[in-house]
């Protein structure tokens, strides 16, 4: 009978994806729902120092699946490993962050089970022991939930942001099994991997960023979010479709496509929350969303959210800081 929780733990040269960790935190959930133990596998050809790091989670055990084919990342070799480990295992349910990486090969490790991949999930819920996903359909107009009704293993992808980071809890210390994986004929070879161009304003360092997307409507609103910035001491950005526009520079991007932050705070004006976007700041420290769509994806990751016209609320947000500012 299949039993327990597989998750995925991406790396690269064995350095962490810590999109691998929001994926151990919606496991983790599961897996209290479900009274269901977690393993963690960790593929490569000398991966026992992640192994070790993952260890320190609150996972049964973590799997080191080792081969001399997989020293670099290659579809064919991936999912050889990861079927071996699956068939071992025999979980219940297969997890794994939604990453470029795992999207090149998780449906084809999916179909060597004959399964469906139920893929990039915001969010996941147990009732009556049945597990019911949740993906955003239509640009993130709507959600659909999803529920798997064929035999276990079940195998889904968590959209980066769904879960963070610092919500995996950290265990007493797991133990690590080291196995060698069978792998078959690896049919290319890797090249470099790609290395995106130095940005000429480098975000990530900012504490404090003022984000501005469609919802600012033309580039002469900007002064409401230069105003907002200006009394916070923050470092102005966009989404993408405000530096296509050339309203901004494409330097202040963030997202996917951009740059990728994580700010002490980051206030987002007019941003809907397209996981595009969500990918480049969901580790913020705090997040503020202004939005008049009550329904915006940004709210289902903002700390503190106003449902409203940003050109009513963000002046008088600017004047109250001020006030603060001016009192200390």
Same mark, same amino acid.
């Given at each position: 009978?299949?039993?327990?929780?597989?998750?995925?733990?991406?790396?690269?040269?064995?350095?962490?994806?810590?999109?691998?960790?929001?994926?151990? @935190?919606? #496991?983790?959930?599961?897996?209290? %729902?479900?009274?269901?133990?977690?393993?963690?596998?960790?593929?490569?050809?000398?991966?026992?120092?992640?192994?070790?790091?993952?260890?320190?989670? /609150? =996972?049964?055990?973590? *799997?080191?699946?080792?081969?001399?084919?997989?020293?670099?990342?290659? +579809?064919?070799?991936?999912?050889?490993? $990861?079927?071996?480990?699956?068939?071992?295992?025999?979980?219940?349910?297969?997890?794994?962050?939604?990453?470029?990486?795992?999207?090149?090969?998780?449906?084809?490790?999916?179909?060597?089970?004959?399964?469906?991949?139920? !893929?990039? &999930?915001?969010?996941?819920?147990?009732?009556?022991?049945?597990?019911?996903?949740?993906?955003?359909?239509?640009?993130?107009?709507?959600?659909?939930?999803?529920?798997? /009704?064929?035999?276990?293993?079940?195998? %889904?992808?968590?959209?980066?942001? @769904?879960?963070? +980071?610092?919500?995996?809890?950290?265990?007493?210390?797991?133990?690590?099994?080291?196995?060698?994986?069978?792998?078959?004929?690896?049919?290319?070879?890797?090249?470099?991997?790609?290395?995106?161009?130095?940005?000429? =304003?480098?975000?990530?360092?900012?504490?404090?960023? =003022?984000?501005?997307?469609?919802?600012?409507? !033309?580039? /002469?609103?900007?002064?409401?979010?230069?105003?907002? #910035?200006?009394?916070?001491?923050? /470092?102005?950005?966009?989404?993408?479709?405000? &530096?296509?526009?050339?309203?901004?520079?494409?330097?202040?991007?963030?997202?996917? !496509?951009?740059?990728?932050?994580? +700010?002490?705070?980051?206030?987002?004006?007019?941003?809907?929350?397209?996981?595009?976007?969500?990918?480049? $700041?969901?580790?913020?420290?705090?997040?503020?969303?202004?939005?008049?769509?009550?329904?915006?994806? *940004?709210?289902?990751?903002?700390?503190?959210? *106003?449902?409203?016209?940003?050109?009513?609320?963000?002046?008088?947000?600017?004047?109250?800081?001020?006030? *603060?500012?001016?009192?200390?």
């Amino acid at each position: 009978m299949s039993n327990g929780i597989v998750v995925f733990i991406e790396h690269r040269n064995g350095v962490l994806n810590k999109t691998s960790l929001e994926a151990v @935190a919606g #496991a983790q959930l599961l897996g209290s %729902a479900l009274q269901q133990e977690i393993t963690a596998v960790v593929v490569g050809s000398d991966a026992s120092a992640l192994a070790q790091e993952i260890a320190a989670y /609150d =996972v049964a055990k973590v *799997i080191n699946a080792g081969n001399a084919k997989l020293v670099d990342y290659t +579809p064919d070799g991936y999912t050889d490993a $990861m079927e071996h480990v699956v068939k071992q295992l025999d979980p219940h349910l297969v997890l794994l962050p939604h990453t470029y990486l795992v999207r090149d090969f998780a449906p084809k490790l999916a179909a060597r089970f004959g399964k469906s991949l139920i !893929s990039d &999930c915001i969010r996941a819920g147990v009732a009556d022991s049945s597990i019911t996903f949740t993906r955003r359909i239509f640009l993130g107009k709507l959600d659909a939930d999803v529920v798997s /009704d064929g035999e276990p293993p079940v195998f %889904a992808t968590f959209q980066s942001g @769904a879960y963070r +980071p610092d919500q995996a809890r950290k265990g007493n210390g797991a133990a690590v099994e080291g196995i060698t994986v069978d792998v078959g004929e690896i049919r290319m070879t890797p090249e470099a991997p790609f290395q995106e161009v130095k940005q000429a =304003v480098d975000l990530s360092k900012a504490d404090i960023i =003022v984000a501005v997307g469609r919802g600012i409507k !033309s580039k /002469d609103n900007l002064a409401l979010a230069e105003k907002l #910035a200006e009394a916070l001491g923050a /470092d102005l950005a966009a989404s993408r479709p405000i &530096c296509d526009a050339e309203w901004l520079p494409i330097d202040r991007q963030i997202g996917s !496509s951009g740059q990728t932050v994580a +700010p002490k705070l980051y206030v987002a004006l007019g941003i809907s929350g397209a996981i595009q976007h969500l990918v480049g $700041m969901k580790n913020s420290g705090t997040i503020v969303a202004i939005n008049k769509d009550p329904e915006a994806p *940004i709210f289902d990751i903002a700390d503190y959210g *106003i449902v409203g016209d940003l050109f009513e609320a963000v002046p008088v947000l600017t004047e109250e800081i001020k006030k *603060i500012k001016g009192a200390s």
